[in-house]
C-alpha cells in the first residue's frame, strides 16, 4: 500500500489516533510514524519460500481442497499444488475423524468390543464386526463350532452390506459429478436395505449384530419373505442405476481413462477390491482364502481391464448382482437349515436373548423371569458374562474378509484377559487413500473429485 | 490393563476403600515390576511359552478394592513360544525358501534374521531382528518362490513389560501368487525405538508407518517423511502406548456418577 492514509478515507471508524498516525496494525510505536516501512511477515523459512516464489515465476498455487469440501467424501483433506488446471502435486490430509476407536476397545470386553468396531467405517459396520469376530474365534479356538446357521445369516448380513455400500459409493460419486438422480436412486435403493438391518437388527446403521460364537439371535418372523421381495426390487433400482450410469455419455467422459492405476501400482501401494479388480487381478478373498463358507457359494469374481474410473464403477455395479445371487441362495438355505444362532459354549455365549416389545427390542421377558423369579444360577451366569465377559487365550491372530473397499482385516492381540490387549484394523480406505497422488497428478482438478470418488473412501474406517 | 491406568491416576479417590485388601497394597509405581527375569526366559526358552507380563489378582481395583481374597493371585501372562520343525502347511516350504533365499544374498544369515518361527491356530509368525528387517522383506518380496506382493498394513503392541522389547511392530504379508500370509514381529526397546523402515520396499508401509509412530513412537528409519498422520501435528506423546491413559470425565446420571472407562472397576 502506498499511504497508509487511504484506508481510512472510506472508514472513518478507523480514524488514527491524533498525532500517531501511519499503520493501525503496528506493534511498536516506530511504525507507527507516517511513512515508517510496513512489513506482514518474517521470521522462519518465509523469506525463502518467498525467494523461492520469485524464481520460480510461475503461477503455481496451492489449493486445500477440504476437509470440509462437499465432494470429498467427508472430512478428507487433499493438497493439490495447480499449474493452472493441472495438478502438479496432490497429497492427502486425515485424521479429521480420528476418535480413538482402537484405544476405546482396550478398555471394554470382547463383546464390547462389537459396538466399537461398527463404527468405524459406517458403510461397512457388519464387516468390521465379522472380522473381528472371527478373530475373536480363532483366538478362542471356536471357529469349528459356529453354527452354520450364523454363518449363513453372517454372509447374508454382509452382502446386503455390500450392496449398501456399493449404492453409497455410486449414489455420492454421481452426486460428486453432478449428477443428482444417481444419488436419489441410489439412496432409494439402499433405503430397502436399511429397512432390512431395522428388521433383523433393530438398527439402520451401526448394528452390533454379529457377536462372538454367532449373531445377536435369529431373524425375525417373515423376514426372509421382507429379504425376497427386496431383491427383487433390487433388481429393478440396479438396472435403473445401470441405465443412468452405464452408456452415459457424460459419465465416460468424465471417468474413462481418469484416475488410471495399473497392476504394478496397485500392488506397490497394496490397493485392494474393485480397484485390484478393475486392472484384471481376479482377488477376493472370498474366492482365495474363505470365510464363512463363502467357498460353498456360487458367484463369480467381478473384474475389467481398463484400470480406471469406469471400470470401478461398472465392477461395483456387477458385484451388486453377484451379492444378490449368494443372499438368493442364502435365503433358500435358510429357509431348511434351522438350530441355534450362537455357539454351544455357554461361557461364551451372550446369555441374553432379545425379543421386541411394546416398547421396542430388549431383553427378551422369558430371560428376564428366568434370571430374575426362577434361577439364582442364571443371574449370576448372566451377571458374571455381562459385566465380567469370557477370557480369550494370549496370542494373535489375523483374519481378514473381503469388504467392499478391499482387504479389511484386524489384528487382534490377547493376553489372556477379558479385553482385547490390542485391536487393529487394517482399513482398506486407509490404504487405498495413499493412491490418491498416483491417481490424480497430472490431470485437472475436476478429475481429482472422480479419481477419490473411485477409491471410495470413507473417513470413519480411514481415522477410526 | 488397568494396571497402567491406575497407576497414572495422581491420588486415590476419597470414598474408595484403602485398607480392606487382605494382601500388602501394592503400590501403583511398581505394579509392572515382576520379580521374573524375562530377558532370561527368553534366551533360553525355545518352544517354551514366552511371559510378556503378569496379572495380578483376580479383578481389576489395585489399591484395596479386592476384597475376594484373590488379591495375592500372580500368573504369568503367556505367549506361545517357539515351534519346532515340521511347522505343518506350507510353513515349512516358506521358511526354507526364505533361508536359502537369505543365503544367495550374503547380507544376513537366515539364523541371525529371524530369531522365532512361531506357529500359532494356523498362522506362522516370524520374529525378525529389527536390523534385519529389509533384507528379510526384500527376500519376502522377490524371490520367485516367495512373492509375497502386498503388505497389507502394520500394527503396533506395547509391552511395557518385556524388559528390552517393549515395542512391537507387526507387519502382515500377502502372497496373492501363491495364496499365502505371513506375520513378521520386530521389537524395540522403549530406550531406543527405531526400526528401519520397509517403504523403500513396500511403498503401502508408508502410512500405516506413519500411524505407528503416531500412535506408538517408533522411528521408522529412513521413511520418506515421519509425521504424525492421524493426531494433531502439535500433539504431545503417543497414544496407543499402555502407559497414555485414555482420558475421559465422570458422567452423572440420575444422581449417581460413572467414572471414565479407565477408572472403572474392572475384570483382568
Keep these: 500500500m502506498a499511504s497508509n492514509d487511504t484506508i481510512y478515507e472510506d472508514s472513518p471508524g478507523l480514524t488514527p489516533e491524533p498525532g500517531v498516525g501511519g499503520d493501525p496494525y503496528a506493534t511498536t510505536d516506530a511504525d507507527r510514524e507516517d511513512g515508517a516501512r510496513v512489513f506482514n511477515a518474517s521470521g522462519g523459512d518465509w523469506g525463502d519460500l518467498v525467494d523461492e516464489a520469485t ?9 486445500n481442497m477440504g476437509p470440509q469440501h462437499p465432494s470429498t467424501h467427508g472430512v478428507l483433506r487433499l493438497i493439490l499444488e495447480l499449474d493452472g488446471e493441472t495438478v502438479t502435486e496432490a497429497r492427502a490430509g486425515i485424521g479429521y475423524l480420528h476418535t480413538g476407536i482402537e484405544k476405546n476397545m482396550e478398555f471394554r470386553s470382547w463383546v464390547q468390543g462389537v459396538t466399537f468396531c461398527t463404527r468405524m467405517d459406517y458403510l461397512t459396520p457388519m464387516f468390521q464386526e465379522v472380522t473381528y469376530c472371527l478373530g475373536i474365534e480363532r483366538l478362542l479356538g471356536i471357529e469349528d463350532q459356529i453354527p452354520e446357521r450364523a454363518n449363513i445369516i453372517r454372509v447374508l448380513m454382509m452382502e446386503l452390506t455390500r450392496i449398501n455400500s456399493h449404492l453409497v459409493c455410486l449414489g455420492t460419486g454421481g452426486m460428486e459429478l453432478g449428477a443428482t438422480t444417481v444419488m436419489t436412486v441410489g439412496f432409494r435403493e439402499r433405503e430397502r436395505i436399511l429397512r432390512i438391518f431395522e428388521a433383523v437388527t433393530g438398527l439402520r446403521m451401526n448394528n452390533a449384530y454379529i457377536r462372538p460364537g454367532g449373531v445377536a439371535q435369529d431373524l425375525p418372523h417373515g423376514c426372509l419373505d421382507q429379504i425376497s421381495e427386496t431383491v427383487g426390487d433390487l433388481r429393478k433400482g440396479l438396472h435403473e442405476l445401470e441405465l443412468l450410469l452405464n452408456e452415459n455419455p457424460i459419465l465416460k467422459g468424465r ?5 488410471y492405476l495399473d497392476l504394478a501400482g496397485c500392488m506397490a501401494l497394496g490397493v485392494t477390491g474393485p480397484m485390484l479388480r478393475s486392472t484384471g487381478l481376479p ?12 467357498e460353498t457359494y456360487d458367484f463369480e469374481v467381478i473384474t475389467r481391464t481398463g484400470a480406471d474410473a469406469y471400470d470401478r464403477i461398472r465392477i461395483r455395479l456387477d458385484e451388486m448382482y453377484e451379492s444378490l445371487k449368494i443372499i438368493e441362495q442364502t435365503v433358500e438355505r435358510l429357509k431348511k437349515v434351522q438350530g441355534p444362532v450362537m455357539v454351544e459354549d455357554k461361557k461364551i455365549a451372550w446369555p441374553a436373548q432379545l425379543s421386541v416389545g411394546s416398547d421396542g427390542q430388549g431383553n427378551s421377558l422369558d430371560h428376564i423371569r428366568e434370571i430374575m423369579g426362577t434361577s439364582m444360577e442364571s443371574l449370576i451366569h448372566h451377571f458374571k ?3 465380567e465377559g469370557f477370557r480369550v487365550p494370549a496370542g494373535q491372530a489375523y483374519v481378514p474378509v473381503e469388504s467392499p473397499k478391499g482387504e479389511l482385516g484386524c489384528h487382534l492381540v490377547s493376553d489372556g484377559g477379558t479385553r482385547p490387549y490390542r485391536a487393529h484394523f487394517r482399513d482398506p480406505s486407509f490404504n487405498n487413500l495413499q493412491a490418491v497422488a498416483a491417481l490424480s497428478e497430472g490431470g485437472q482438478v475436476a478429475d481429482v473429485i472422480v479419481a477419490v470418488a473411485s477409491i471410495d473412501p470413507v473417513m470413519g474406517g480411514v481415522d477410526r | 490393563m488397568s494396571d497402567e491406568k491406575k497407576a497414572d491416576t495422581p491420588a486415590e479417590k476419597p470414598g474408595e476403600p484403602t485398607a480392606t485388601a487382605p494382601e500388602p497394597t501394592v ?4 505394579l509392572h515390576a515382576t520379580d521374573l527375569d524375562l530377558t532370561e526366559a527368553r534366551a533360553t526358552g525355545d518352544t517354551a511359552p514366552v511371559q510378556i507380563g503378569e496379572r495380578r489378582g483376580m479383578f481389576g481395583p489395585t489399591k484395596g478394592g479386592d476384597t475376594t481374597g484373590y488379591g495375592g493371585l500372580r500368573t504369568p501372562i503367556l505367549f506361545p513360544g517357539a515351534s519346532e520343525k515340521p511347522y505343518g502347511s506350507y510353513f515349512d516350504e516358506l521358511t526354507g525358501t526364505l533361508e536359502t ?7 544376513t544369515a537366515y539364523g541371525n534374521a529371524v530369531e522365532r518361527v512361531v506357529v500359532d491356530r494356523g498362522e506362522l509368525t516370524l520374529h525378525v531382528a529389527r536390523e534385519a528387517l529389509p533384507t528379510v522383506a526384500r527376500a519376502l518380496r522377490d524371490d520367485p518362490a516367495l512373492r509375497f506382493e502386498i503388505c497389507t498394513g502394520v500394527s503396533g503392541v506395547h509391552f511395557p513389560n518385556e524388559t528390552g522389547r517393549e515395542l512391537h511392530a507387526v507387519y502382515h504379508l500377502l502372497s496373492i501368487t501363491h495364496n499365502r500370509r505371513v506375520r513378521l514381529e520386530v521389537s524395540a526397546p522403549d530406550g531406543d525405538a527405531t526400526i528401519p523402515s520397509i517403504v523403500s520396499i513396500y511403498p503401502s508401509a508408508d502410512w500405516h508407518e506413519r500411524e505407528t509412530w503416531d500412535m506408538f513412537g517408533i522411528i521408522f528409519e529412513g521413511h520418506p517423511a515421519l509425521t504424525r498422520i492421524l493426531m494433531p501435528d502439535d500433539w504431545p506423546g503417543h497414544p496407543q502406548r499402555k502407559d497414555y491413559p485414555l482420558g475421559g470425565i465422570p458422567v452423572e446420571y440420575k444422581g449417581g456418577v460413572v467414572p471414565p472407562p479407565d477408572e472403572r472397576r474392572s475384570y483382568n
Design chain 1, 255 to 259: 471417468t474413462k481413462n481418469v484416475g
Design chain 1, 283 to 294: 482377488h477376493d478373498l472370498r474366492k482365495s482364502q474363505p470365510y464363512c463358507g463363502y
Design chain 1, 385 to 387: 458374562l455381562v459385566t
Design chain 2, 101 to 107: 533365499a537369505l543365503g544367495e544374498a550374503g547380507d
Design chain 1, 55 to 63: 524464481a520460480l515465476h510461475e503461477e503455481r498455487i496451492v489449493v
Design chain 2, 27 to 30: 503400590d501403583s509405581d511398581d
